[in-house]
């Protein structure tokens, strides 16, 4: 979504507040797409200080659909998000060196601070229950929904040589 901001540009300490919606339905990164399942429209307030700065703050919550780090499934995942930036007011020239890419000429992309946000505060790791079981190594199997019969013990790399003499005396 994109928010005019042309009369909070032309008036000097002016404060507009305006309900507003994003319009992402994903959140894609180098980690994948994952589908937003819920968002909440939220004020977003925007204040001109003294034609020098704008002030951008908003909160809003939204649930995305991230993959268990261990078994796979999917795990709704909220986020809180707070829009908090302080940006000067520049020219339109200047606007290709500073780092408000949310900012485009007289509109404010609520979709672009919205990502970011997101990104900001992505979970390190999600975990569908915290005794997550994972999946089998071999068959591929949800050890949370049921248990396989394959061998999954791991012999400690350490002790490969050791393994190698047991294994020739079983070929004798």
């Not at 994952?34 to 919550?61: A, H, S, V, W, Y």
């Not at 659909?65 to 020219?91: F, K, M, S, T, Y």
């Not at 999946?135 to 061998?151: F, H």
């Not at 490969?160 to 020739?168: E, G, K, L, R, Y």
């Amino acid at each position: 979504m994109k928010v005019d901001i042309t009369n909070l540009l032309s008036e000097e300490n002016k404060i507009v507040e305006q309900q507003v919606e994003t319009d992402l339905a994903s959140f894609q990164s180098k980690l994948g797409t994952f589908p937003i399942t819920k968002k909440m429209p939220f004020t977003l307030r925007c204040e001109n200080q003294e034609n020098k700065r704008m002030l951008i703050f908003g909160e809003t919550d939204v649930t995305l659909a991230v993959p268990c780090g261990r078994c796979l499934a999917e795990v709704q995942v909220a986020v809180h998000l707070v829009i908090d930036r302080n940006d000067p007011l520049i020219a339109q020239e200047d606007a290709k060196e500073e780092d408000t890419d949310y900012i485009n000429g007289s509109y404010l992309d609520v979709d672009k601070l919205i990502y970011d946000e997101i990104l900001i505060n992505w979970p390190m790791r999600v975990l569908c229950r915290e005794d997550c079981k994972g999946i089998c190594k071999k068959c591929g199997a949800n050890l949370n929904v049921r248990d396989c019969s394959c061998d999954r013990t791991e012999p400690d790399p350490r002790m490969a040589a050791i393994q190698d003499i047991f294994n020739q005396f079983k070929e004798v």
